[in-house]
């Protein structure tokens, strides 16, 4: 069992910053696919990105290309979502989710993953 619990989240103006973390408990991770995926009022929930937990290789979403990251600490067990030069369109709740040994095709597919938290709510004002 992996239990995630989302932080960083806020209200912020447009073209700031804002980095999330995603904290794992319950066992190290090692082998996980770590994805990161919102929604907004009234959409379906979208990827945004994930990391491979034992490469470090990482995806985002080509409309955040350039601005969003996805990163990796290993001592605190916490993937990391760094987004710059925000937009309002991006406004939604964020979650994390993690699934053991997937290909990196499915880590796109929210539905696909084992273990997610509660989310966290990000605003960008105009």
């Known amino acids: 069992q992996v239990q995630l619990v989302e932080s960083g989240g806020g209200v912020v103006q447009a073209g700031g910053s804002l980095r999330l973390s995603c904290a794992a408990s319950g066992r190290t991770l090692s082998n996980d696919s770590m994805g990161w995926f919102r929604q907004a009022p009234g959409k379906e929930r979208e990827f945004v990105g994930y990391i491979i937990w034992s490469s470090r290789s990482t995806d985002v979403e080509d409309s955040v290309k350039g601005r969003f990251t996805v990163c990796r600490d290993i001592a605190k067990n916490t993937v990391y979502l760094q987004m710059n030069s925000l937009k309002p369109e991006v406004t939604a709740v964020y979650s994390c989710?993690?699934?053991?040994?997937?290909?990196?095709?499915?880590?796109?597919?929210?539905?696909?993953?084992?273990?997610w938290g509660q989310g966290t709510q990000v605003t960008v004002s105009s």
């Open positions: 989710r993690a699934r053991w040994l997937i290909s990196r095709a499915t880590a796109k597919r929210w539905n696909e993953y084992a273990y």
